[in-house]
C-alpha cells in the first residue's frame, strides 16, 4: 500500500508540473507520463512538480557456440566449472583470441539499434579484485566502443488501455563487447564462497541507453522491445530469468527546469515486470526522501521481489578506482564495409558491415506493420502477435489454412487461443491445438456448417487434446447446423405443431 | 668438439652422420649440469623426460627420419615459459611447485621439431631485474667467472677470496639461459626481451642474444612481463644457431593475436662478402653516461672495421632516448600492475593461510608471494593508473614511446641499414658490487642501451665481440628494421666471423664442482 501511495505522489506532482516550467524535451515526456497518472490525493510539497529520469544499462550475453575470447563452450546450467578453459582461468600466460561470431552479433545488434559502427574500436581492461574475476580484469570497450548513438523506437499503450498506444525513442549511447565474469556463491553459515567459472568470459553486449525514460513502465517498454530485437536478430536468447539480460536501472527525480538529481543503480532486476515495478518504487523512494528533506546518495541498490522495494546493496568499499588501461594483448578490431574491404582479404578473417546490414532480419517493428498491412489487423493485435513467442507464426499458419479472413482469425488467436494459454500458463508451442486443428474448425465456421457458439463448444472439445479433429466432435456432439431446405421446414413444422396454441395466438395477432 | 660447436655445421651433421647420438649428446649435458650446478642457471633439470626424448630422436634418427636440424638438439628455456608437467616458477614463491597444464607455442615448436627439453633456466622474479640476482632461488653465477680467461686476469685479492667472493653476474633477466648455453650445458635456449633481458646476459655470457621483431614469435605462453614489448629470446653460440632457432619459432600463432598474419620463411645466412652496399649508423645517443672506455673503444673499433670494409658509417641521432628509461618505467610498471593482478590465490599459486576475510587472504598472498622488486613495481603502476594519474604519466608515456619508435623510423628512411651500439654500459661486475645498488636503480642503467628497441618493436642481437681487460665478454649490439631479420643476422654474422670471439675455457669447472656445489645448496634453500 505504502508503495502505491507514494506512485501517487509522483505522479501527481507531475501532472502539475506538465503545464509548468519544464523544458520543451521534458514537456514531451511530460505528456507521457502525464497520461498514466490518475488523480490522487496531494502531498505534503504539493507545489513543485518532479521530474523522474531514467536511464538503461542493459548486458546482453551473445548467443555464441564459445566465448568471447576463448574456445570454451557457452552453455546455461551446465556442471559448474565444466565450461572452464585455461584463458578463462586466467593461467599466467594465456591470451584473449577474438571470437569473430560475437564481434558480429554486436554489429548486428548496433545496426538494429540504427548505431554507428565504429570501423575500428579497443579493448580496455577494467581492474578490480573479486573471486569471480580471475585475471583481476575485465576486458571491455571503455574508448571505442564497436557502436554508438543509436536509438530505439518503443511503444507502450496508456492508460492500459491497448488502443492507445504512443511510440517513444529512447537514444542508445553505446553498445561496448565485454566479457561477462564467473558466478559467486556465498555460504555465509560455513563462511565459504564458491566460484563457478562457467560463465567467465561469456561474450556481452552492454546496450547503454541515455536517461530518455521517466517510469517503470516506459523502462519495461524499451526492454521489452529491445528483447525482442535481439531475440529476432538471435544475437542473443535475451532470457531474463536465465540471466542473459541483465538490466540496470539509474534513477534519479529533480524539478523541473533544474539540474538532474542525483542517482541511485538499481540492481538484481529479473523481470521485466520488476524492472516496472523497481523503477517506480526508486523514483517514489526519491520523491518521498527529498520531500521529507532527506538526500539521495549515489549508491547502488538492489530490488527485493518479494518486498517490492529497494534496498542499498553491500557497497564494493567505497568508490572503486578501475584503473582503465588499453589491452595490450588484442590488436584493435578493424571492421570493414563494401568500400573499404581489401580485395586480397581472406573473407573468413574480416567482419563486412554491409554484408550483414543486408542479411539482417525484418526487425520486430517491420514485422507489425507488415501484419497490419497484409492481414488488416489493427496495430495493437500486431504487438500482442509479436510479444508471444511463435504466435505470429500460428496465426498466419491458421490464415493460410483457412478462407476466414485474418480480421476474424485473429479475434479467435487473441481472444481463444491466448487467452486459453495464459489461463493454463501455457506457451503457444504447447497449445493443445494446432494452428491445422483451428484453421480445420474456422472453416467449418466460415462455411457455415456451425454456429459460432458451436464453435467454441468444439473449442473446448480441442483443448482436451484427445486427437479428434472439429468435425467428428461436431458430428458427435450433433452441433451441425441444418442445410437442407426440407429438413429445415420439417422441423419447423414439427415446432410448429407442437406449439399449436402458440401458433394460433400469433397468426391472431 | 661436437658439444662446443654450433648447430647447423657441427652437431647436426654429428647426429645425421652417427658421430654422436641423441642420447649421448643428452647425456653429456646433463653431466654438465650437474657439475655446473653451482652456476644455478638451471631451476627444474627435466633428467627423465629429457632422456625419453633423446630415446625418442634416436629412433628417428636410426630410421634416418629426423624431424628437422633441431631433432635431438638439447636447448633450454627460461622459467618464465609454460612447460607441459615441468614446474612453471617465474623465480617467485607465487608460482613455486606451480606445473602448467600446457606449453607456450615456442615450447611446443621446439618439442615437435624433436629438440630435447632439458630444463628451466632461472632468471630475476617474474623477470623483473637486468642481474638474475633477484629470483628466489638465488643469483646465476657467470660461467665466465670460472674460465681460465678471467682467473688470469683478475687479481683476486687473496686466495681464500678467489672466485667465490670475485663471481661476476650473468646479467638478465635471462641470465639462466645465457649462463647455460655460455656453459656448453645446452645448445640453445629461450630467453625473453621486455627491456634487454636478452641481449644483456648474452653480452656478459659471451653468446649470441637475439630479440626479434614484437610480432614475429608467439608469445602464447610466456608469462607476461609488458605485454606491448615481450618478445622470447633466442640465446645460442654463434648467429647461424640464432638463425635456425628463429627459424623454428617465428610466423603466425591464432593463439597469440599480436603475432603477424604473414608466414614466416625459414633462412639460411648467407656468408656476405661485400659490405660495401651496407649503411651502418652510429647513433650518438648510445654514447650513454656510464659507457666505459674500454667498450666506448670497442665500439669505435667496430665502426671501423664497417667502414674499412667499405661501408658506409654514419653517425645519426635518435634524439628520444634519453627519455626511454623514464618512460619505460610508467608503462612496464602500469602493464605489470595490471598482469599480476590474477595472482590471487584463488586459481592457483601460492596462497596464505589467512582466512579473515577474501581480501585479507589476497594481500597475505600477494605479500607472502611477491618480493620487494615486484610489489614495488605493482604500486607504481597503479599508481599510475588512477584516473588522477592517467593522462599525466600512462598517456605521456605513451607518446614518448611514440617519439622513440619514430626516431627509429626516421634514421632507417634515412637510408640507414644497421644501427650499430654497444649493448651493456661495461662488462660484468662482481655480484657483491652489484648488489649494493637496488634493483630499480639497475634496471635503469643496465636497460638503457637495449631498451629503446622493445619500444619500437624492431630486432636486435648482441653479438659476442671481445674479452674486457678483465677478461669478461663484451658484445656489440646491432639493431635492424622491423622483420628485416635475415638483414640483421647476415650482417650479424659478417662481424662475428670478422671478430672471432674466443671460446670459454671453463676448466676450472671440475676444481669448483665440489666445494661450490655444498655452498650453493646451502645458499639457495636457506
Not at chain 1, 311 to 325: A, H, L, T
Not at chain 2, 38 to 43: E, S
Not at chain 2, 309 to 316: D, F, R, S
Amino acid at each position: 500500500a505504502g508503495a502505491r501511495g507514494c506512485a501517487g505522489v509522483w505522479r501527481r506532482a507531475w501532472q502539475r508540473g506538465a503545464g509548468g516550467p519544464a523544458s520543451a524535451r521534458r514537456g514531451q515526456r511530460a505528456v507521457a507520463c502525464n497520461t498514466r497518472g490518475g488523480a490522487v490525493p496531494a502531498g505534503k510539497s504539493g507545489l513543485t512538480p518532479w521530474v523522474p529520469v531514467v536511464g538503461l544499462e542493459i548486458h546482453a550475453q551473445i548467443s555464441s557456440n564459445s566465448k568471447l575470447f576463448s574456445g570454451s563452450q557457452v552453455q546455461f546450467a551446465a556442471p559448474p566449472n565444466s565450461l572452464v578453459s585455461f584463458f578463462d582461468a586466467s593461467l599466467p600466460g594465456t591470451l584473449p583470441v577474438l571470437n569473430r561470431r560475437c564481434v558480429e552479433a554486436a554489429v548486428m545488434t548496433g545496426l538494429a539499434l540504427n548505431c554507428s559502427i565504429n570501423k575500428k574500436s579497443l579493448f580496455d581492461r577494467k581492474h578490480y579484485f573479486y573471486a569471480d574475476l580471475p585475471a583481476g580484469y575485465q576486458i571491455t570497450q571503455q574508448r571505442v566502443p564497436i557502436a554508438v548513438n543509436g536509438s530505439l523506437s518503443y511503444s507502450l499503450c496508456i492508460d492500459n488501455k491497448m488502443s492507445q498506444m504512443v511510440t517513444k525513442t529512447v537514444r542508445i549511447k553505446q553498445i561496448q563487447l565485454e566479457q561477462d565474469s564467473g558466478k559467486s556463491l556465498h555460504d555465509d553459515t560455513r563462511s565459504q564462497t564458491l566460484v563457478d567459472l562457467n560463465r567467465a568470459g561469456v561474450g556481452l553486449m552492454e546496450v547503454v541507453m541515455e536517461p530518455d525514460m521517466c517510469c517503470g513502465e516506459e523502462a519495461a517498454a524499451a526492454v521489452r522491445e529491445l528483447q525482442l530485437i535481439l531475440q529476432t536478430l538471435g544475437s542473443s536468447q535475451a532470457v531474463m530469468a536465465e540471466g542473459q539480460l541483465r538490466v540496470d536501472a539509474n534513477v534519479s527525480v529533480h524539478h523541473p527546469g533544474e539540474p538532474y538529481g542525483v542517482r541511485t543503480e538499481v540492481k538484481n532486476i529479473n523481470s521485466i515486470r520488476f524492472l516496472a515495478k523497481a523503477v517506480d518504487y526508486e523514483i517514489q523512494r526519491q520523491i518521498g526522501e527529498l520531500e521529507n528533506g532527506g538526500t539521495i546518495l549515489n549508491e547502488t541498490r538492489a530490488f527485493d521481489s518479494k518486498l517490492g522495494c529497494t534496498v542499498p546493496m553491500r557497497d564494493k568499499e567505497g568508490k572503486q578506482d578501475y584503473r582503465f588501461m588499453p589491452e595490450p594483448n588484442l590488436p584493435p578490431l578493424i571492421l570493414y564495409d563494401a568500400k573499404s574491404l581489401p580485395a586480397n582479404m581472406n573473407h573468413q578473417q574480416v567482419v563486412n558491415i554491409d554484408w550483414i546490414h543486408e542479411r539482417l532480419p525484418d526487425l520486430p517493428s517491420v514485422k507489425r506493420a507488415k501484419l497490419v498491412e497484409c492481414y488488416g489487423i489493427l496495430p495493437e493485435h500486431s504487438f500482442t502477435l509479436l510479444n508471444e513467442e511463435g504466435l505470429t507464426e500460428f496465426f498466419e499458419n491458421v490464415v493460410k489454412q483457412t478462407q476466414m479472413k485474418p480480421k476474424k482469425v485473429i479475434g479467435w488467436i487473441l481472444n481463444d487461443l491466448l487467452g486459453y494459454l495464459k489461463q493454463h500458463s501455457l506457451t503457444v508451442k504447447e497449445s493443445p491445438v494446432s494452428s491445422f486443428l483451428l484453421a480445420d474448425l474456422l472453416n467449418l465456421l466460415e462455411k457455415n456448417e456451425i454456429s459460432s457458439t458451436a464453435a467454441k463448444q468444439v473449442l473446448v472439445e480441442l483443448w482436451k487434446g484427445e486427437g479428434k479433429t472439429p468435425l467428428q466432435i461436431v458430428k458427435e456432439k450433433k452441433l451441425e447446423l441444418v442445410q437442407d431446405q426440407k429438413e429445415l421446414e420439417q422441423i419447423c413444422q414439427a415446432v410448429m405443431d407442437r406449439q399449436e396454441n402458440e401458433v394460433i395466438m400469433m397468426v391472431l395477432g | 668438439a661436437a658439444l662446443t660447436g654450433g648447430l647447423r655445421f657441427q652437431v647436426s651433421a654429428a647426429l645425421r652422420e652417427g658421430r654422436v647420438t641423441p642420447t649421448e649428446l643428452c647425456q653429456r649435458c646433463l653431466s654438465l649440469i650437474k657439475s655446473t650446478r653451482f652456476l644455478n642457471a638451471y631451476i627444474t633439470v627435466a633428467e627423465e623426460a629429457a632422456r625419453k626424448q633423446a630415446e625418442e630422436s634416436e629412433k628417428r634418427y636410426r630410421r634416418g627420419q629426423p624431424l628437422s636440424v633441431l631433432d635431438g638438439i638439447p636447448v633450454a628455456v627460461k622459467d618464465n615459459f609454460n612447460t607441459a608437467g615441468i614446474e612453471t616458477t617465474c623465480a617467485s614463491n607465487m608460482l613455486k611447485g606451480y606445473i602448467s597444464p600446457y606449453n607456450a607455442t615456442v615450447v611446443q615448436k621446439l618439442l615437435d621439431q624433436g629438440a630435447v627439453l632439458l630444463g628451466k633456466t632461472n632468471l630475476d622474479e617474474f623477470a623483473m631485474g637486468s642481474g638474475s640476482t633477484d629470483g628466489v632461488f638465488g643469483p646465476v653465477r657467470n660461467p665466465w667467472s670460472y674460465s681460465r680467461q678471467y682467473k688470469e686476469k683478475s687479481i683476486p685479492k687473496s686466495h681464500s677470496d678467489g672466485a667465490e667472493s670475485n663471481w661476476v653476474i650473468t646479467g638478465g633477466s635471462s641470465g639462466g639461459s645465457a649462463a647455460a648455453v655460455s656453459s656448453f650445458t645446452c645448445f640453445a635456449a629461450l630467453g625473453s626481451d621486455t627491456g634487454g633481458s636478452t641481449r644483456n646476459p648474452a653480452a656478459h655470457c659471451g653468446v649470441v642474444g637475439l630479440k626479434p621483431t614484437y610480432g614475429l614469435i608467439s608469445r602464447h605462453g610466456l608469462i607476461p612481463l609488458v605485454n606491448s614489448m615481450d618478445v622470447p629470446g633466442i640465446l645460442t653460440r654463434c648467429v647461424d644457431d640464432a638463425a635456425i632457432m628463429l627459424g623454428s619459432l617465428a610466423g603466425h600463432d591464432p593463439k597469440d593475436s599480436t603475432t603477424v598474419q604473414d608466414n614466416f620463411k625459414p633462412f639460411e645466412l648467407p656468408n656476405l662478402t661485400d659490405v660495401s652496399k651496407l649503411s651502418i649508423g652510429i647513433p650518438k645517443e648510445y654514447h650513454a653516461p656510464g659507457l666505459s672506455s674500454e667498450i666506448l673503444a670497442l665500439w669505435s673499433k667496430a665502426a671501423d672495421l664497417f667502414k674499412n670494409a667499405g661501408a658506409k658509417v654514419i653517425e645519426v641521432s635518435l634524439p628520444h632516448t634519453c627519455y626511454s628509461i623514464v618512460c619505460y618505467h610508467v608503462l612496464c610498471t602500469a602493464e605489470v600492475a595490471s598482469n599480476m593482478a590474477r595472482f590471487d590465490g584463488l586459481e592457483y599459486g601460492h596462497r596464505s593461510d589467512m582466512k579473515k576475510s577474501t581480501e585479507s587472504m589476497y594481500a597475505a598472498t600477494r605479500r607472502e608471494g611477491f618480493n620487494d622488486v615486484v610489489r614495488g613495481r605493482i604500486l607504481s603502476g597503479n599508481y599510475f593508473l588512477l584516473k588522477q594519474n592517467y593522462e599525466n604519466y600512462f598517456i605521456k608515456a605513451q607518446k614518448v614511446r611514440r617519439l622513440i619508435a619514430n626516431d627509429f623510423v626516421k634514421v632507417f628512411r634515412s637510408g640507414i641499414d644497421i644501427l650499430l651500439t654497444p649493448t651493456t654500459l661495461s662488462d660484468a661486475v662482481p655480484y657483491m658490487e652489484f648488489i649494493k645498488e637496488d634493483n630499480r636503480t639497475r634496471s635503469a642503467q643496465d636497460d638503457i642501451l637495449t631498451q629503446a628497441a622493445n619500444m619500437a618493436g624492431l630486432p636486435a642481437i648482441n653479438v659476442p665481440t671481445a674479452l674486457s681487460e678483465r677478461g669478461l665478454p663484451v658484445g656489440l649490439q646491432f639493431i635492424g628494421r622491423s622483420f628485416q631479420e635475415k638483414q640483421l643476422l647476415t650482417v650479424a654474422k659478417w662481424f662475428e666471423k670478422q671478430v672471432k670471439f674466443p671460446v670459454i675455457q671453463l676448466e676450472e669447472v671440475k676444481r669448483h664442482d665440489h666445494t661450490v656445489l655444498q655452498h650453493q645448496k646451502s645458499a639457495s634453500f636457506s
